[in-house]
């Protein structure tokens, strides 16, 4: 039997099972009433526009990575607090197994949260403008957001006791204030990269279209990059998980 | 240490074991071994019995030394899991599944061919089937514990680490739980079960490992522990009206070695309290005290415990 998809069921289950997500739904849901408030009465272009404005800039830039940041730490961080590790632990099963399925589980958890909240906030935008296409970028942006954020916090759940707060004060410091200052490090800031994906497929007008430009600053919009750089924050996330599970005592105590 | 440390046909070694954490000194320098058959590790709380079973079980690294499970060290070689159950002592559980869910997870995990059959099994052992389908945050103590058993026992395994399984669970549980790891250890399983209390791993089991400190205290046989711990001396406090002529009268004993008198009774130190308990009343009788109370002043099982290891 392959144990991958089992380990994957179980973590999604424990993510998604308690009132947590209905709360971080409700949250990654949050451009919308903003969005059906400022639309009204306007135009169904400025409708589109204005669900651009606000996606990028409550829902990708502040609400998505809150969001995914919760849930990707409390994916061995919960098991830590709670000991339930050892049950997941002492199974024949390789470490780095175990790793990857909780990656999986936590990328997949995150997508299905922030997506429902994308949905929401799509259904409003297509009910506002009049464009139903307006979501699949904040779809694609989701995806990738869900991906970088279990790629760095999982890790970081297991090793940190405060793990949540330490990557809010990540988004904060790192993402909100150290990226734009020094242009050296706009490469990693994943905002960026999860807004270069979605600034690919989105279609804006011109004066979104040269404020992205600024926030990316010099980070190249294209979808492939995006894709390919959290891909390959996924796989160091893996091996450094495994290594962890696999030396750290902080698993036994 | 003694040949009473090691067993023939061991599958569980400690060798040279010890861990600290930090300044820390949690388990020092423990070699031993278990064999089929049910062993109790025993020891006060604080000796260092979990972090002991946490080492054995591969969920700590030693800091020196080695542990074996089937002559494979477990940190090193997940595949070792096939053949080895543990049971941990915190309440924890997954509260939002059931124990059927949870069971039949660990079958899973554990890659036996039928999941659904060997969970059936394993509830049924544990007698857990009828509350099988509650979510386990419902559960009692003992139930939890139960499961947590019925999980750890799932993929059939030939050695079993149950820290503190009697815990929480009431008399009639925990009548359940001996009978049933003493079936388990007649089967040829070395199962491995950790207590702070001696009358506990003596229903159950027939080697004893004792630990205080983080240390190896004692090994042996029920009966060869407690032939030791009669031989330990005690500190008996007797509250009488005049304790000066009944300290004088007790002093005659050879099992007495140390007496002291304050104004509402007497300490002594004894090698032997049973006899001394025998010859209290006689003492009173000769010398006219009238003994309101005798009690144990260092009855705990840490006082004997810090005996056996001096004694090592």
């Not at chain 1, 526009?49 to 995914?68: Q, S």
């Not at chain 1, 909100?176 to 905002?191: K, R, T």
Request: hydrophobic letters at 50%; aromatic letters at 4%; charged letters at 20%.
């Amino acid at each position: 039997m392959m144990v991958l998809p089992v380990i994957v069921r179980s973590v999604v289950r424990r993510l998604l099972g308690g009132r947590r997500s209905l709360w971080l739904i409700a949250l990654s849901a949050g451009p919308a009433p903003i969005l059906l408030m400022v639309a009204q009465g306007r135009s169904a272009a400025r409708g589109a526009e204005l669900y651009n404005d606000i996606t990028v800039v409550l829902g990708v830039v502040i609400l998505y990575p809150v969001v995914a940041l919760i849930i990707s730490t409390a994916a061995l961080g919960e098991e830590w607090k709670n000991h339930t590790l050892p049950f997941l632990l002492l199974k024949p099963i390789s470490r780095w197994v175990i790793a990857l399925g909780v990656v999986i589980a936590t990328a997949l958890s995150s997508f299905l949260v922030l997506e429902a909240g994308v949905l929401i906030t799509w259904a409003v935008g297509g009910i506002v403008g009049g464009d139903w296409s307006v979501g699949i970028a904040t779809t694609l942006a989701v995806a990738i957001q869900s991906v970088a954020s279990a790629a760095i916090f999982v890790p970081f759940g297991l090793i940190l006791g405060r793990a949540t707060l330490v990557g809010l004060g990540y988004l904060l410091v790192w993402e909100g204030v150290l990226s734009n200052v020094i242009e050296g490090i706009q490469a990693s800031s994943v905002s960026r990269i999860v807004l270069s994906g979605w600034a690919d497929l989105a279609v804006m007008t011109i004066d979104t279209l040269s404020s992205v430009d600024e926030v990316l600053g010099r980070v190249e919009v294209g979808l492939g990059g995006a894709v390919a750089k959290v891909g390959v924050m996924a796989l160091v996330s893996v091996a450094l998980t495994g290594l962890v599970l696999r030396h750290t005592d902080r698993v036994g105590e | 240490m003694t040949d009473a440390m090691h067993v023939p046909e061991a599958t569980v070694v400690a060798d040279d074991l010890s861990k600290w954490f930090g300044q820390k000194v949690a388990v020092s320098q423990v070699s031993c071994s278990f064999g089929p058959g049910v062993t109790g590790l025993l020891g006060p709380n604080g000796a260092g019995k979990t972090t002991f079973l946490r080492l054995l079980a591969g969920l700590l690294s030693p800091s020196t030394g080695e542990a074996l499970i089937l002559g494979e060290p477990p940190r090193k070689n997940t595949g070792v899991y096939r053949h080895l159950g543990f049971v941990p002592e915190d309440e924890a559980v997954y509260g939002h599944m059931s124990a059927r869910r949870f069971i039949q997870w660990s079958a899973a995990l554990a890659r036996i061919p039928d999941p659904a059959a060997a969970t059936r099994r394993a509830l049924e052992t544990v007698e857990l089937t009828e509350q099988a389908g509650r979510r386990m945050s419902t559960y009692s103590k003992g139930m939890r514990q139960r499961a947590k058993v019925a999980a750890a026992l799932v993929h059939d395994p030939e050695v079993l680490l149950l820290d503190e399984p009697l815990n929480g669970t009431d008399p009639i549980q925990r009548g359940r739980l001996i009978k049933l790891m003493q079936q388990l250890g007649s089967e040829g399983r070395t199962i491995i079960v950790s207590s702070h209390i001696l009358g506990e791993v003596e229903r159950m089991a027939g080697r004893v490992v004792a630990m205080v400190d983080g240390r190896l205290a004692a090994a042996g046989t029920v009966a060869s522990l407690r032939d030791a711990l009669s031989d330990t001396p005690r500190l008996i406090r007797i509250e009488a009206d005049s304790p000066r002529p009944l300290a004088r009268r007790l002093l005659a004993g050879e099992w007495v070695e140390a007496v002291r008198i304050d104004s509402t009774g007497i300490e002594i130190r004894t090698t032997d309290a049973k006899a001394l308990g025998g010859d209290i009343a006689m003492a009173a009788l000769e010398t006219g005290s009238v003994v309101t109370a005798v009690s144990p002043e260092d009855d705990s099982l840490e006082s004997v415990f810090s005996y056996l290891l001096e004694i090592q």
